[in-house]
């Protein structure tokens, strides 16, 4: 494992991408993807040292022609703890123009080292104008003793076009597996989990959610129900897998952000239509 994260990491290093193998930290990164003039950026804060209280840190902000301000992460409870821990112990890294990967190797309460290895790996891709894709998809590794089973947690509050009071948010799916949180002027977010051993999918106020994350006592959550839709919304999704030494468990949160066109670009992508029509019909 610690091979194969070299070798990954040798890989960049030959190319134009910033690299810092072994004992890497990446404090925060930015991502950027392009479709012509349409932009989408990713960046990623406050990656470094957020185990519990307050609120795990993690900024981040997507844009997309318009700034979200965003809070996004990961964290963790295993059998032998009443609480969660957010994911902080980062120990590689790279960065590259559209992807990222960090690994954190986690304690777990009864067991000597650090034996829950979580690997995130996020891509940013602009898929056409005004739609853009980040594909965070993880990897939980049991490398400790025994049958464990642990509860993952991934956290989102976006705040639509950097205001959070005007959003609504809505479940989508049979599982609930995708939060879909719309700003009035248009623009949509939406989150999707993969749904292998998803137990768990809230929107509630961002908060009260935070709180959970941060707090000394444990929690759980249901598939869905009555979303919060007043306030600053944000979601949770869980899922709950056992696990044995060596073995691992793969997910995904894909989040999409559709900006709906305005008015002036459909005008000029209707000349265009237009000249290109005339042009052909000039031939
Ligand atoms: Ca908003
Ligand atoms: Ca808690
Ligand atoms: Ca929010």
Same mark, same amino acid.
């Not at 949160?253 to 005339?278: K, W, Y």
């Given at each position: 494992?610690?091979?194969?994260?070299?070798? %990954?990491?040798?890989?960049?290093?030959?190319?134009?991408?910033?690299?810092?193998?072994?004992?890497?930290?990446?404090?925060?990164?930015?991502?950027?993807? &392009?479709?012509?003039?349409?932009? /989408?950026?990713? *960046?990623?804060?406050?990656?470094?040292?957020?185990?519990?209280?307050? +609120? @795990?840190?993690?900024?981040?902000?997507?844009?997309?022609?318009?700034?979200?301000?965003?809070?996004?992460?990961?964290?963790?409870?295993?059998? +032998?703890?009443?609480? *969660? +821990? @957010?994911? /902080? @112990?980062?120990?590689?890294?790279?960065?590259?123009?559209?992807?990222?990967?960090?690994?954190?190797? *986690?304690?777990?309460?009864?067991?000597?080292?650090?034996?829950?290895?979580?690997?995130?790996?996020? /891509?940013?891709?602009?898929?056409?104008?005004?739609?853009?894709?980040?594909?965070?998809?993880?990897?939980?590794?049991? &490398?400790?003793?025994?049958?464990?089973?642990?509860?993952?947690?991934?956290?989102?509050?976006?705040? !639509?076009?950097?205001?959070?009071?005007?959003?609504?948010? &809505?479940?989508?799916?049979?599982?609930?597996?995708?939060? !879909?949180?719309?700003?009035? *002027?248009?623009?949509?977010?939406?989150?999707?989990?993969?749904?292998?051993?998803?137990?768990?999918?809230?929107?509630? /106020?961002?908060?009260?959610?935070? !709180?959970?994350?941060?707090?000394?006592?444990?929690?759980? +959550?249901?598939?869905?129900?009555?979303?919060?839709?007043?306030?600053?919304?944000?979601?949770?999704?869980?899922?709950?897998?056992?696990?044995?030494?060596?073995?691992?468990?793969?997910?995904?949160?894909?989040?999409?952000?559709?900006?709906?066109?305005?008015?002036?670009?459909?005008?000029?992508?209707?000349?265009?239509?237009?000249?290109?029509? &005339? %042009?052909?019909?000039? %031939?």
């Amino acid at each position: 494992m610690r091979r194969s994260t070299f070798l %990954r990491a040798s890989a960049f290093v030959a190319g134009t991408i910033a690299v810092l193998p072994g004992a890497a930290q990446i404090g925060s990164f930015v991502l950027a993807d &392009r479709v012509g003039d349409d932009a /989408s950026t990713f *960046e990623h804060r406050e990656l470094i040292g957020h185990r519990e209280f307050p +609120y @795990a840190g993690q900024g981040a902000t997507y844009s997309l022609r318009q700034r979200n301000e965003l809070q996004t992460w990961f964290w963790y409870r295993t059998e +032998y703890d009443p609480r *969660e +821990y @957010a994911f /902080s @112990a980062q120990t590689a890294g790279w960065v590259g123009d559209t992807t990222a990967s960090l690994t954190h190797d *986690e304690l777990v309460t009864g067991q000597g080292g650090r034996p829950l290895r979580f690997t995130v790996d996020y /891509s940013l891709t602009h898929i056409s104008p005004g739609r853009s894709l980040v594909e965070t998809a993880f990897t939980l590794t049991h &490398r400790g003793q025994g049958s464990l089973t642990i509860d993952l947690f991934n956290f989102n509050d976006i705040d !639509m076009l950097d205001t959070q009071f005007d959003d609504s948010a &809505r479940y989508v799916g049979a599982n609930a597996q995708t939060h !879909m949180v719309t700003d009035p *002027e248009g623009a949509v977010w939406s989150a999707t989990a993969s749904t292998a051993g998803l137990t768990g999918s809230v929107i509630d /106020s961002a908060g009260i959610l935070k !709180m959970d994350m941060s707090d000394a006592f444990t929690n759980d +959550y249901a598939l869905g129900g009555d979303p919060f839709l007043d306030g600053d919304v944000a979601g949770v999704f869980q899922w709950t897998v056992t696990l044995q030494p060596g073995e691992s468990f793969r997910g995904s949160v894909v989040q999409r952000l559709d900006v709906v066109p305005e008015p002036a670009t459909l005008t000029a992508l209707g000349l265009g239509l237009l000249a290109a029509f &005339r %042009r052909r019909r000039h %031939r």
